[in-house]
């Protein structure tokens, strides 16, 4: 209750009406939404699921070449996977594998018995088709959440295995007491692999969507009348101060090296005050990684 009290405080000047689950240790006078602490306490939840299961699931990343963003991610991984007690392994080859040795190895992975998930990591180099690589995974071995079965599933509502930044947007938003009925959302990006799939969990959930890219014309008279502000457009500094009404919530799934520094799609400095926010880092990306292991430990009690 320590930190309720406090926020109640501090936010008794702007009458914020989102409140957090005390249960969670928020930042910064409660403005401030600890993606990190949340992902640690869904792998802790992760862990005690995995320990129901006869065997320990196992989880198949495969890597072609050595991107040090891929490898720094899945680095991030390995040490998920350790505290949700799931087998992680990184499977990397050259960055010359051709397209039909890659589905050789999805192949494999497919019907290996005792890999209960596996991720190709993205991008591939230019020379592989990444949707034919994705089509060849058993989507119930799709613990990414990206086949088109999987897909068509997330659209109707009925999927197991949900992408992970999607899923665990959808998480913090619930974790963070975030109203649903009436508030009004701005998705900012139509990726296929957040902005589009994200979207449709919303609508799934009761709320009022509105889908932007960084080009909308006008862009700020759609994020000053919304509630709640999502943006993944892999450009940073996209969001003002002045695009935003105050008490808005503003999640940001934007991943950007700057510098060697990474940076979200947000003035975050110019906000954090105002609005409940995600930092980046320590905001979306260790809910990803978290939402990775509770899909492979979904992935391993269908396949047991
Ligand atoms: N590269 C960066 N993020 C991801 C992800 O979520 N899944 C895969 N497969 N590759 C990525």
Redesign the pocket.
């Known amino acids: 209750m320590e930190n309720r009290k406090k926020s109640t405080t501090k936010l008794g000047i702007c009458e914020k009406i989102h409140t957090i689950q005390a249960f969670y240790p928020i930042t910064k006078e409660t403005m401030i939404i600890d993606g990190k602490s949340i992902a640690h306490s869904i792998l802790m939840e992760v862990l005690e699921k995995t320990k129901t299961l006869t065997t320990k699931p196992r989880i198949v990343d495969v890597l072609l070449g050595d991107n040090p963003a891929?490898l720094s991610?899945i680095r991030q991984k390995g040490r998920s996977a350790e505290i949700a007690g799931i087998d992680f392994e990184l499977r990397q080859f050259s960055a010359d594998t051709t397209e039909d040795e890659l589905l050789t190895i999805v192949e494999w992975l497919n019907n290996d018995s005792n890999i209960h998930g596996f991720?190709?990591?993205?991008?591939l180099p230019p020379h592989i088709n990444t949707n034919n690589i994705i089509e060849a995974i058993d989507p119930r071995k799709d613990v990414?959440g990206?086949t088109s079965q999987n897909i068509g599933k997330l659209f109707l509502g009925t999927a197991d295995l949900v992408s992970?930044?999607p899923k665990g947007v959808m998480r913090l938003l619930k974790e963070s007491d975030v109203k649903i009925q009436g508030e009004n959302i701005v998705m900012i990006g139509k990726s296929n692999?957040v902005g589009k799939p994200l979207s449709l969990l919303l609508m799934n959930a009761g709320w009022t969507v509105t889908v932007c890219s960084k080009d909308t014309k006008n862009i700020a008279e759609f994020t000053r009348n919304a509630d709640i502000i999502i943006v993944a457009a892999g450009s940073p500094g996209l969001v003002k101060k002045n695009m935003v009404r105050p008490n808005a919530t503003i999640i940001d799934v934007g991943c950007t090296l700057v510098n060697g520094k990474i940076r979200g799609d947000v003035d975050f400095e110019a906000l954090e005050s105002t609005c409940l926010i995600t930092p980046v880092p320590g905001g979306v990306g260790p809910m990803?990684v978290a939402m990775l292991m509770e899909n492979t430990f979904i992935a391993a009690k269908n396949q047991m």
């Open positions: 891929s991610y991720i190709i990591q993205l991008p990414d990206f992970c930044t692999i990803t």
